[in-house]
């Protein structure tokens, strides 16, 4: 839709708050009416910008979590690289993140937005614990690798390096994924005892 698309250019260019109707509107080609046509304020133009992308965790972990088969740890780890890989290969996910992270100052009409992004951030860290646990089951981890922990920190991993790398742009993602991915992999499967276990 030609009026997402110039949301989404003016959004990453100027920052949510600093993007007015009439600036999408101009950058559209339509007057200012027209977007009240389709959208209620700021706020909804952004919500649609970002729903035509599937945010990529989620996308790699509801099947995986429904069913972490025989090998979790193995589908996982297929899985954080295609995340991974997409960001650095697909402009219209950068975009998306890169206002996310980078242009998200649009001010109390966006507490709603907000309030979703936690509940997605929640989703997938349940989702996560699944996998983890599914995990230490078959043996594929020790024993004393707690899920719920584990699964915050592949989470802060995986978005701190997307969010990272849309920052700046200064190492290749795609070739390092695989690399990436498996350095945090193995150490969880070469994780010490906690030394609260320990005691």
Not at 45 to 61: D, G, H, S
Not at 174 to 183: G, Q
């Amino acid at each position: 839709m030609q009026l997402l698309d110039a949301a989404e250019r003016c959004f990453r260019e100027k920052g949510v708050a600093s993007t007015t109707l009439d600036d999408i509107a101009k950058a559209a080609g339509h007057t200012r009416g027209a977007v009240y046509w389709h959208f209620e304020n700021k706020a909804d133009i952004f919500e649609a910008v970002c729903e035509r992308v599937v945010t990529p965790m989620q996308a790699m972990l509801g099947d995986l979590a429904a069913d972490p088969g025989s090998d979790p740890l193995g589908y996982l780890r297929k899985d954080a690289i295609h995340v991974l890989r997409m960001l650095s290969e697909c402009e219209r996910v950068q975009s998306v993140f890169e206002i996310k992270f980078c242009k998200l100052d649009g001010g109390p009409d966006f507490d709603r937005l907000r309030r979703a992004e936690l509940e997605t951030h929640g989703r997938c860290l349940s989702m996560l614990e699944v996998i983890f646990d599914a995990a230490v089951r078959r043996g594929q981890l020790p024993a004393h690798v707690d899920p719920k922990v584990t699964a915050e920190a592949m989470h802060a991993f995986i978005g701190g390096l997307m969010r990272s790398w849309v920052e700046r742009h200064d190492f290749d993602l795609r070739a390092h994924a695989p690399w990436l991915v498996d350095t945090f992999l193995t150490g969880l499967r070469n994780a010490p005892v906690p030394e609260t276990s320990a005691d």
